[in-house]
């Protein structure tokens, strides 16, 4: 069984920084998409970034673009979000999950496994 489990979030200010973490069981890791998601307090979940699992290709949100850099580590199943400048408006709970496919998505019903979510919170 594939299980996804998510480290890295926590407290910081306005300006700050955090790396999120996802390790991911399975085999077959570097041929699937992998993508970032996160969810407010009485908001929808949303796509904050995604890479494909052929060529890397990545996908960024518009409200992170430019703040927020998505990678992978296929020798160690992992991947990551690396989040810069961040801002009262990224806090949530971050998910991260794994798609069946090589290519990418943008929309949570696409993948199949989830992780437990980590939360981030930004203060001003």
């Known amino acids: 069984q594939v299980q996804l489990v998510e480290s890295g979030g926590g407290l910081v200010q306005a300006g700050g920084s955090l790396r999120l973490s996802c390790t991911t069981s399975g085999r077959a890791f570097s041929t699937n998409a992998m993508g970032w998601f996160r969810q407010a307090p009485g908001k929808e979940r949303e796509s904050v970034a995604a890479?494909?699992?052929?060529?890397?290709?990545?996908y960024y949100a518009d409200s992170v673009k430019g703040r927020f850099t998505i990678s992978r580590d296929n020798a160690k199943n992992t991947v990551y979000l690396q989040m810069n400048s961040l801002k009262p408006e990224d806090t949530a709970v971050y998910y991260c999950?794994?798609?069946?496919?090589?290519?990418?998505?943008?929309?949570?019903?696409?993948?199949?496994?989830w992780g437990q979510g980590t939360q981030v919170t930004v203060s001003s």
């Open positions: 890479i494909s699992g052929s060529d890397g290709t990545t």
């Open positions: 999950a794994r798609r069946q496919l090589a290519v990418y998505a943008t929309t949570a019903s696409a993948y199949s496994y």
